[in-house]
């Protein structure tokens, strides 16, 4: 895909690896970005006084400028004040702007009937456009010279709004008061505006985490978007993978071009405003209140309104740059005594204290000169991992000259932790021969933490072990038993380490919660209390999503999810820093997907990230969630092009392991349109080895059962939704047996309806007293009870599962046998009579008109395109169309679909049915 100098898109076949290269001067950036605005530009200069171009810096006011002018340079005569030695006019004007400062009144009057004469010989019966740049300054005079030249119609302006770029208060601003400007308004880029200028530009789609990265490290800036997507993609850092661009990891590196437009941009603020930036680059975020105490308040100001500010909270509100790559390339451009200075002052000023992090501190001081201290580091280095910043944690850690134990130890937990089990090996064996295997003996003589050290890599290595796909059920419980024997015989033994003992037992409990949970195992707190007494701040957050995920899993719906809400309501405070405040948001989201309140969790996914209304939204930077939504919410298509992408993204990098659950949500979004991509999809999803993450394990089954179903292979996906559903109970997660049977129950299988009244009624949830009301209400056939409990559990979200209920109750009669179609009508074959027409005909009924009139098109063996073309519609809203019907029929195949038409008409011409239908 190309960018006209107009921009105009041409169209372009889908590129492959050999095309799908970066266009470097034929792709206009900003153009594209702003094509909304170009005509309402050019508009307000053809129709009225003119325009007044306003925003931030960079976000590409002299470009648009320029696309109006090069549109309208046949039509109009363009007096271009920016460059005026390259038109005779625009000299001529030029000259006579320098010299009506030093006329008079009457001499300025003569003088305007000059310069309009001129004009409008020079312009031939055109239209006069005068362009003036930002930093051309004019006198007062000068402005109302130009502001009478309008008053003609056939003369407008073009103008930038001048103080921007550092520039000297200019013409826009002075013209726009003396003139009634149409203000064309632009701002940094949306998340969205840049996914779709990134995939204009670089010819195919991009992957979620590739645009979320790219727009952090360009603060939403054109031109810095595209020198960093060219850099990125010259270090190979951004890459076409298949049929669409991924990144090679979690942060992207800066690049020449991309931090030589950083610097340029910061060379041009006054030396306030560099301090002001250069203190936000080092802080990462600072309360508004310090940065003001730090900074000249009129310099904050000035950096604001160029755009580079985000403030956020209501209460104590804080501050930072926009974008990630702005701060590393302006903290790098910071010379060490400026850094050193800064440094300084933000140490002698009061309240400074909450601002400098280890984390914060570390970067200001390297960039200062100073060698920081391996404390310092290891501090640093323990924040990321509190914060989750796994990554970060062994990239500090990594860098570590001769590594104490302690910080080795922190580095194998955060292996684990992050996935990265075979590095998590090799460092237990490190650690082990330094260490010693086994428990220490309480008392023993020696270093004083070498019991504490030793305590936690036994504590690491059965977290470890019980990962293990080969690992014995019960080794990780025996394991934690132990742990908690020697550390209770160590505090009473060892009594001056009883603090290091004390905070090993917590870390004991955190563990096991964590690990428990992962494991699908039940966890016993043993009185430990909500608000954990022997754990900090960021451990005690992790401690209470764990124990609210654990109250989900065990029936207590209502109260893990209100303590969810807590939760999210201290990130609303801002008390909560973002990264952290993430995954609070994240969090709840699947505290509402494992409890089944699927409208609850849409509504989060689809509200804003953090930071306020302006942040980016969860569907923005997770591919995955993105597609789950679209697939709950029954639009395969859009899931599969979610997930395609998505896909490649996560071979490339998964720290998360997210990969078997992509695909599996692919297959569940293919079988629905593509059985090949489907079947191709499982095929892979079979060849994975298991997952030890027994929450996700159990979806990608239940996501693979649904897929087999929509195939016509209902028996393997029942077989594999009551081993599922088997385990689950064994295992005490009575939210996903909840979810595996009503499944089952959506399919046709009612052998275990006893087990799913029984499951229900275990949980204290909306959910399930509704699937309890509802297996009730079949067993005495009462309908209006079964439309009360449909209707609210499709308000929850569950559209498939109630559609598919509705369909066996209407298909069934008074007898309620819930069968699925096909079943059905294999038992029947071709014997079916005129109660199975009249069933058929009643099921039928329960469509639109236009979803009839799909399906007798459907039926008369159309293809999607044909049926379009047939009835004047858009393929995808046939496609939308035909999945709604098989949900409401509870079909898998449009073989099926078909067979229930054929039933629901007499006799046996199907094109004289399908013209009486469409008509």
């Known amino acids: 895909m190309q960018i006209n100098g107009l921009g105009t898109a041409t169209s372009a076949s889908p590129p492959n690896h050999d095309r799908a290269t970066m266009p470097d001067h034929e792709f206009d950036w900003d153009v594209f970005a702003h094509y909304e605005l170009l005509e309402e530009t050019i508009g307000a200069v053809l129709n009225g006084p003119g325009a007044l171009l306003e925003g931030p810096g960079g976000v590409g006011k002299r470009t648009l400028a320029k696309a109006v002018m090069l549109k ?43 310069v309009k004469k001129l004009l409008d010989s ?68 949306t998340l969205g505006m840049t996914h779709d200028l990134l995939a204009k530009a670089l010819g195919a789609e991009i992957s979620r985490i590739a645009t979320y990265q790219l727009w952090c490290a360009s603060a939403g800036q054109v031109h810095l978007l595209a020198a960093v997507a060219l850099d990125w993609r010259e270090q190979g850092y951004l890459d076409f ?56 308040a009129q310099a904050v100001d000035s950096i604001y309104s160029e755009g580079m500010l985000e403030i956020r909270g209501m209460y104590a509100r804080k501050v930072r740059l926009r974008g990630g790559l702005s701060s590393q390339c302006i903290a790098e451009d910071t010379p060490p005594g400026v850094a050193l200075e800064l440094l300084e002052q933000m140490c002698n000023t009061p309240g400074a204290d909450g601002a400098l992090t280890p984390l914060v501190l570390l970067k200001w001081e390297q960039a200062s000169g100073i060698d920081s201290g391996a404390r310092l580091r290891l501090q640093a280095a323990e924040q ?92 990780f419980q025996q394991g934690m038993k132990r742990t908690r024997v020697d550390i209770d015989a160590c505090l009473s033994g060892e009594p001056e380490n009883r603090e290091g003992f004390l905070v090993l037992r917590g870390r004991l409990d955190l563990m096991g919660a964590e690990t428990s949970f992962l494991l699908g195992e039940r966890f016993d707190t043993g009185g430990t209390p909500y608000i954990h007494p022997l754990l900090g701040r960021h451990e005690q957050l992790r401690w209470q999503c764990f124990q609210n995920l654990h109250s989900v899993r065990r029936g207590e719906v209502r ?21 952290v405040g993430q995954s609070i948001k994240l969090h709840l989201v699947d505290l509402y997907l494992l409890s089944g309140e699927w409208k609850n969790a849409f509504e989060l996914i689809a509200a804003a990230w953090i930071g306020g209304e302006g942040s980016p939204r969860l569907t923005d930077v997770n591919g995955l969630y993105s597609s789950l939504k ?35 949500a692919a297959a569940v979004a293919a079988s629905f349109l593509d059985r090949e991509t489907a079947e191709r999809y499982l095929a892979e999803l079979d060849a994975m080895p298991a997952v030890a993450d027994w929450v996700s394990g159990q979806t990608i089954a239940m996501l693979r059962a649904e897929a087999l179903f929509h195939l016509g292979h209902a028996g393997e996906a029942v077989s594999c939704l009551l081993a599922g559903a088997i385990a689950s109970a064994a295992h005490g997660d009575l939210s996903l047996e909840l979810a595996q049977r009503m499944s089952l129950l959506r399919m046709g299988h009612r052998e275990s309806d006893a087990q799913l009244l029984e499951c229900a009624q275990q949980i204290d949830g909306p959910v399930a007293e509704l699937v309890a009301a509802l297996v009730r209400s079949l067993e005495g056939n009462n309908r209006e009870l079964q439309r009360e409990v449909l209707g609210a559990l499709r308000a929850l979200g569950h559209r498939s599962f109630t559609d598919s209920i509705e369909v066996m109750l209407v298909r069934s009669g008074s007898d309620i046998e819930l069968t699925p179609w096909k079943v059905a009508y294999e038992r029947a074959g071709s014997s079916l009579g005129v109660s199975g027409r009249s069933s058929a005909s009643s099921v039928l009924s329960l469509l639109t ?47 099926g679909l078909i067979q229930i038409f054929l039933d629901s008409i007499p006799g046996s011409d199907l094109e004289v049915a399908a013209e009486g239908w469409s008509t």
């Open 72 to 114: 309208l340079q046949d039509r109009t005569l363009i007096v271009d004040l920016e460059h005026p030695e390259r038109h005779r006019t625009s000299m001529e004007l030029a000259s006579k702007l320098r010299r009506i400062e030093r006329l008079g009144e009457v001499a300025r009057f003569h003088e305007l009937g000059v």
């Open 122 to 189: 020079r312009a031939g019966g055109r239209h006069v456009v005068i362009f003036i740049p930002a930093g051309l300054r004019l006198g007062a005079s000068s402005v109302s010279f130009l502001s009478s030249l309008t008053l003609a119609s056939s003369i407008s302006l073009l103008c930038i709004a001048g103080g921007q770029d550092g520039t000297e208060p200019g013409a826009g601003n002075d013209l726009g008061a003396a003139v009634d400007l149409h203000p064309v308004r632009l701002h940094p880029l």
């Open 241 to 296: 993978a298949e049929n669409s661009w991924v990144v090679h990891g979690v942060a992207g590196p800066p690049g020449p071009r991309s931090r030589g437009l950083v610097v340029q941009k910061l060379r041009r603020f006054s030396k306030p405003e560099q301090r002001v930036l250069r203190i936000l680059a080092f802080s990462e975020e600072i309360p508004l209140s310090l940065l003001v105490a730090l900074n000249p």
């Open 384 to 475: 990321a991992y509190a914060e989750g910043q796994i990554e970060l944690c062994l990239q500090i850690l990594a860098a570590l000259e001769n590594a104490p134990v302690e910080a080795r130890l922190l580095a194998l937990d955060a292996a684990i932790r992050g996935g990265q089990l075979e590095r998590a090996r090799e460092m237990r064996s490190l650690l082990r021969l330094e260490l010693g295997e086994g428990l220490p003996v309480p008392g023993s003589r020696g270093n004083p933490r070498g019991p504490i050290d030793r305590i936690r890599l036994e504590l690491a290595s059965t977290v470890l072990e019980s990962l293990s796909p080969d690992a014995p059920t019960d080794a």
């Open 559 to 579: 109260e893990g999810i209100r303590r969810g809400r807590e939760l999210l309501f201290s990130l609303r405070q801002e008390s909560l820093p973002p990264v």
């Open 630 to 664: 679209s697939v709950l919410s029954g639009r395969p298509r859009e899931a599969l092009e979610l997930m395609t992408v998505e896909i490649e993204q996560l071979r490339t990098v998964d720290t998360a392991g997210y990969l078997p659950l992509a695909i599996a």
């Open 849 to 895: 008109q236009r979803q009839r009139m799909i399906v007798a098109e459907a039926a008369t063996g159309a293809s999607n395109r044909e049926i379009a073309n047939r009835l004047q519609l858009k393929i995808r809203t046939v496609e939308g169309h035909l999945y709604q019907i098989y949900q409401r029929l509870n079909v898998g195949s449009r073989e």
